[in-house]
């Protein structure tokens, strides 16, 4: 199965890259590097561009 852009959601990451807008691109790029993408994120946290579980933490706490 292919990962395809995801249209019918808004993908709330302000930081412009080549997996914007493709949810399964995108989360596999993060978890290789132990991070959540930013729509896992509060739109105040996901601006700090922090996308470690300790942020995730301080965010939903």
């Known amino acids: 199965m292919g990962c395809t852009s995801n249209t019918a959601m808004k993908c709330s990451c302000t930081y412009s890259c080549p997996r914007r807008g493709k949810c399964c691109e995108c989360l596999a790029y993060h978890v290789r590097s132990s991070e959540f993408p930013a729509c896992f994120f509060s739109k105040e946290a996901e601006a700090a561009y ?3 579980f300790a ?3 301080r965010d939903r706490g």
Do not use: Q
Request: proline content about 0%.
């Open 50 to 52: 922090d996308r470690s």
């Open 55 to 57: 942020a995730l933490k």
